[in-house]
């Protein structure tokens, strides 16, 4: 089992920063590659940020957003740079499954945080 905890959502401004930690314990969690999703009012989920070593991003992110973990592996960060309203969202944070590919899809996550809001003001 994983657990996972996010914190560090709140209220940013238009062109503000806002940083997302994501704290994870269980035995396996150091040695899972993570992702960071977020899901808007009424909209999908969807895929924000992922770390494996290498790091990938969205589109609509990249560029703005830089996901890090520290050298324990126990908390992974997404810092939010130039934010915009439309990344207004739930963020959640996640552990994937062992030998996952892309990790860009949800279905490769197993573990999930309970979410933080983000709210971007224009």
């Known amino acids: 089992q994983v657990q996972l905890v996010e914190s560090g959502g709140g209220l940013g401004q238009a062109g503000g920063s806002l940083r997302l930690s994501c704290a994870a314990s269980?035995?396996?969690?150091?040695?899972?590659?993570m992702g960071w999703f977020r899901q808007a009012a009424g909209k999908e989920r969807e895929f924000v940020a992922a770390?494996?070593?290498?790091?990938y991003y969205a589109d609509s992110v990249k560029g703005r957003f830089t996901i890090s973990r520290d050298n324990a592996k126990t908390t992974v960060y997404l810092q939010m740079n130039s934010l915009k309203p439309e990344d207004t969202a739930v963020y959640y944070c996640?552990?994937?499954?062992?030998?996952?590919?892309?990790?860009?899809?949800?279905?490769?996550?197993?573990?999930w945080g309970q979410g933080t809001q983000v709210t971007v003001s224009s």
């Open positions: 770390i494996r070593g290498s790091t």
């Open positions: 996640a552990a994937a499954r062992y030998g996952s590919g892309s990790l860009r899809v949800r279905d490769e996550y197993d573990y």
């Open positions: 269980g035995r396996t969690a150091n040695s899972r590659a």
